[in-house]
């Protein structure tokens, strides 16, 4: 569906232009006996997301074009995309330029580049960031890097159970041929234990910290108290966050961490079968000088004219070479641009409405899955719009899986692909897509199900 941006003075300054008084007079040579003469008749108007479902609902009656429903999880979201992200990521100047390698880049982008900065460190609480990553698991694997460097002669990295393993695979593969050391803390509550924790930290040998919040079984971490047990060890706390929970939960710079990284796709990416994704950097300015990628500022022109400059890019094309703190070589601009767009047209009231839908939709279905189908919850600590569930055996998820696809379901990922201790559960996410209708349905579908099993 096309966006369409035209206010009322812009259609006045385009009549003046083509010299016509008034869009009536635009028409004139249309005969008056073939022009409609009363209002359309119309239903009520709906807001974007509605119409956007309604026209799907329509679409999904014709032969051959039947969508699923998508509850797939675990770091890409079916979350809905505003139609002015694809307007304004389309048009040709954007779309055909938008990776800086030189500092005499176009304004344009680099002021694109300079408030998706902007955006981010305000969404996150932090200082600084850069103008994007590959993805949020490299992202993470530099923040790693960044926190080695600045910490001389720690080499631990402690990462807890429930960060994402493919994430914790990245960083391994990143990790491989250095002397640093991955530490990994066991969850068997879904959350990271205090007491285990510290018991990790000895003393004087641990770089930083990674907390994911919400971690990637979708439980809420208590983030303030893993901070100050970080930071009394000297150690740099490293959060993962998925950036549409910052809507409601608390921003990572407001309980102490000290760089942040994300995955940027629930911020106007479509989920597009892995990628590209769009990596999320930010950190205090302490960290400045070891932020890998690149870095747009604001200054001003010999004339005194507000414009924007590549200030940093500390990578071994440019100046720096082998003293570079990265090997990063470009990023996704144009995924950074998307993400802009969505932040600047949802803001904070948006943003903090959509969060707030996917946590009621979430809690509504999880209610309603325990109540009428028997699945058993896997963890008792809170979460935000995605939840685990357990069934009776890893032969038992798979039938579930596949019978609700054949219902046009995509119900759920099975834990058991990167946790054979989970085998037999299941992990659900709910967006503010879901309409209360699809989550009943899905509910009768898996509770017929397991009645037949």
């Not at 990284?261 to 400045?288: D, H, K, N, S």
Request: aromatic share 8%; hydrophobic share 40%.
């Amino acid at each position: 569906m096309a966006y369409l941006p035209q206010t009322e003075e812009e259609v006045r300054a385009m009549l003046a232009a083509i010299g016509v008084p008034d869009i009536d007079s635009l028409f004139a040579s249309i005969p008056s006996d073939v022009r409609l003469n009363r209002p359309l008749q119309l239903p009520p108007a709906l807001t974007e997301l509605e119409l956007t479902q309604h026209l799907e609902e329509v679409a999904s009656q014709n032969q051959g074009t039947h969508q699923f429903t998508c509850f797939l999880g675990g770091g890409a979201y079916d979350h809905f995309i505003p139609a002015v992200v694809d307007f304004v990521a389309s048009r040709s100047e954007f779309y055909t330029s938008y990776t800086p390698y030189q500092p005499e880049v176009s304004q344009g982008n680099l002021q694109v580049f300079f408030e998706y900065q902007t955006l981010i460190t305000q969404l996150t609480g932090m200082d600084v960031s850069n103008a994007s990553l590959y993805d949020g698991a490299s992202a993470l694997a530099e923040a790693v890097l960044m926190a080695l460097g600045s910490q001389p002669g720690r080499r631990r990295v402690i990462v807890p159970e429930n960060v994402h393993p493919e994430y914790r695979t990245v960083l391994a593969t990143y990790l491989r041929y250095t002397s640093a050391e991955i530490v990994l803390v066991p969850t068997p509550k879904g959350i990271v234990e205090p007491e285990a924790l510290s018991q990790a930290l000895d003393a004087g040998s641990v770089a930083c910290v990674i907390l994911q919040q919400p971690n990637f079984f979708g439980c809420v971490e208590s983030a303030g108290r893993i901070s100050e047990i970080t930071h009394q060890a000297g150690a740099i706390l490293i959060a993962v966050v998925d950036p549409i929970s910052l809507g409601m939960l608390r921003r990572p710079g407001d309980y102490g961490a000290d760089i942040v990284v994300a995955e940027g796709q629930p911020l106007g990416l479509p989920m597009a079968w892995g990628g590209p994704y769009l990596g999320i950097l930010a950190c205090r300015e302490t960290f400045l000088r070891r932020l890998p990628g690149r870095l747009v500022g604001q200054t001003v022109d010999r004339r005194g004219n507000r414009c924007w400059v590549l200030t940093l890019q500390t990578r071994e094309q440019h100046i720096r070479r082998e003293k570079a703190t990265s090997n990063i070589c470009t990023n996704q601009g144009l995924m950074a641009l998307r993400a802009t767009v969505y932040l600047a047209a949802m803001g904070p009231g948006g943003l903090r409405r959509v969060a707030e839908a996917c946590l009621q939709k979430a809690h509504r279905l999880y209610r309603q899955l325990i109540e009428k189908t028997g699945l058993k919850p896997l963890f008792s600590a809170p979460f935000f719009k995605e939840f685990a569930l357990q069934a009776n055996s890893a032969d038992e998820v798979v039938e579930l899986l596949e019978g609700a696809q054949h219902e046009g379901f995509f119900a759920g990922l099975p834990l058991g692909r990167w946790y054979p201790q989970y085998a037999d559960a299941l992990l659900i996410a709910v967006t503010e897509k879901r309409t209360e209708q699809g989550m009943d349905h899905l509910v009768e579908t898996l509770s017929n199900l397991r009645r037949r099993g």
